[in-house]
């Protein structure tokens, strides 16, 4: 192995600097001196951590090379052929689209485009908009509130059980469970592996209610979508119905309500770039972007070389692992301008926070648009937020998190 030694010993893949929040000097400095940076591990092969932008997006728009394939290990940092889709071993479940190679992956993907369409966003825009500003309404102004739970949370899973067209209320046992399958190094969110087993059979339950009901019944949600696919002319099997629902469930929420919490700390911090956002309401499109990418809410996302290959200047041998660090790509000085500023006036923001190439989000579309409208809503009533406590963090590798923000919002006199 051509490996490079860790000079500085930091351990991307140990989620307590994550939880002790991103170190993105140390970042720097390692993606300035080995930008394809090789990660021991302790429990495993070790991988190569791809820190500068367009090293990312070269390997994210070659998937012939760099595969996201469970069975090369699949999307995640530990092996989904060994430890199973959510690390919690015991799982069967199918294997998700984001863990599929061309051509079967595209095929898949396009299932969902329907239910996200431009068409389908312009029709929900207005009760996403309603639903913004009861959650916003119900804060109270210059009093400590915890976002997560009040706002963050909710929002983007009433979104989401309305792309599913299940109940409202259902939105809370979607919140438990996917945090559950994103929390393996979390004790809050997976508590033990008794735990997990319960909060999957759960999951598998309601799945196993709505995969019956949309294959009796479709309709134009994306649950029916992928219920009633074909693939190669066989029909969906539920494994893979619940495999795909679990990439939705967590896809669609763990984002947005991480761009929200981590966008309120950058505005708490930045009063100036509040002011902009609430002042000049032509720049908001712009400014999600820049969120997004300030905040990077996935930190990163996994391949595995298919053969012998280079990235940038460093070898790559055939079965090595690869992770791809968005939260040090959007920091790249060489694509961004005083890349460590927030500056929701930045022009263009051409930014890796949905990733790109072959698995580019497919919810990108819907994440900018509530992003948007709950700002939008929250710089009609408030003038500024602050800091209450030190918010608390999510132990993970994977998701930038917070499971409580307590802040404190100034109401417009
Ligand atoms: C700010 C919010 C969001 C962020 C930061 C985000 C981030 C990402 C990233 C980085 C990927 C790339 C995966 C890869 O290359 O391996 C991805 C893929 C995906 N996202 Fe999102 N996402 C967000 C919102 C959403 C929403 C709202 C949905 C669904 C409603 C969604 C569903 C998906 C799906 C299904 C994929 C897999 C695409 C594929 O494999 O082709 N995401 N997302």
Known sequence: MSAVSIKSGFDFKDPDIWQRGVPHDQIADIRRNTPVYWNEEANGPGFWAVLRFEDIHEVSRNPSVFSSATANGGHRIFNENEVGLTGAGSEELGIPFISMDPPVHQKRRLL???GLSSARLKEMTGRIEARARTLIEAIPADEPFDWVESVSAPYPLMTLVEL??????????????????????DPEFRASPEDMTARLGEFGA??????????????????????NAETDGKPASFQQFVADMILVTVGGNETVRNSISNGLIAFADHPDQWRAF?????????????????????????????EDTRIGGTKIRKG?????????????????EAPDTFDVRRANVRHLGFGTGQHVCIGQRVAELQLRIIFSEMARRFS???LAEAPQRLRSNFINGLKSL????????
């Open 278 to 306: 609430c002042e000049n309401p032509d720049i908001r499109a712009g400014a999600v972007q820049e969120i997004v990418r300030y905040v990077s809410p996935v930190l990163h996302m996994r391949r595995t070389a298919t």
């Open 206 to 227: 309601y799945m196993s209610w709505l995969y019956e009901a949309r294959r009796r019944d479709p309709g134009a949600d994306i649950a029916s979508a992928l219920a």
């Open 112 to 114: 969902l485009v329907p």
């Open 164 to 185: 599913l067209n299940v109940a409202p209320e259902d939105w809370k046992k979607l919140y438990h469970w996917t945090n559950a399958f994103i929390g393996e190094d």
């Open 320 to 336: 090595d692992k690869v992770v791809l660090w968005y939260v040090s790509g959007n920091r790249d000085e060489t694509v961004f």
């Open 384 to 386: 500024g937020f602050e």
């Open 406 to 413: 307590m802040l404190v919002a100034k109401g417009r006199t």
